[in-house]
């Protein structure tokens, strides 16, 4: 009885911790935010994340929410939670010029999408052929709302199963995510 007791505790401990957890979009390589070749990524001007050098070929929603943003080319996307947290994945650089070659778009702007759900269809061949570079940046673009932000530490994470960046929120609207 006690061990259940306890059990029960430590269940709504980890149910009461306030973090929202943003998973990692693609499975590939860890890049830090401040190493990517891009300086409106690298200093920070669009938000704070991560990047990923990615090896797999879809590129699924990190978290759950409205689809508010599906560029017309297929390069990026962006994810706004009911907590109001905007997540952007901008697939490679400079990869808007390739006007929508190698990217095929799976789901429609103003959809709501879950955890998991693609997005985007990548011909990696072809985009290692003609991108300047395939590295992803997935970023928080409102980071006024943050008031806490924790970056994985992996070198290499799995789609839809490894967590990128947990967030706290500010406002009193800290969120949390299982």
């Known amino acids: 009885m006690l ?3 306890f059990k029960r505790k430590s ?3 980890s149910a009461a911790e306030p973090w929202l957890i943003v998973q990692a979009p693609l499975s590939g390589k ?9 300086p409106v990524f690298a200093q920070g001007m669009v938000g704070d994340g991560i990047a990923i050098l990615p090896e797999s070929d879809e590129v699924l929603a990190p978290v759950s929410g409205s689809l508010t943003h599906m560029f017309p080319t297929g390069h990026a996307a962006g994810i706004t939670t009911a907590e109001g947290l905007e997540i952007l994945i ?18 429609e702007q103003g959809q709501q999408v879950t955890i998991g759900t693609p ?8 985009l290692r052929e003609t991108a300047r570079s395939l590295v992803t940046p997935v970023i928080i673009t409102n980071m ?11 070198q290499h994470v799995e789609a839809d199963g ?8 500010t406002d009193g609207q800290e969120a949390s995510r299982p």
């Open 30 to 38: 860890v890049i830090p935010l401040s190493e990517v070749d891009d």
């Open 90 to 107: 901008h697939v490679g650089l400079d990869t808007v010029e390739l006007k929508g070659a190698g990217f095929a778009i799976l789901v």
């Open 11 to 13: 269940i709504e401990q």
């Open 162 to 169: 490894d967590w990128a960046f947990k967030v706290r929120l």
């Open 3 to 5: 061990k259940n007791l």
């Open 119 to 126: 997005l985007i269809k990548l011909d990696l061949m072809k």
């Open 144 to 154: 006024g709302r943050v008031k806490e932000l924790s970056k994985t530490t992996m």
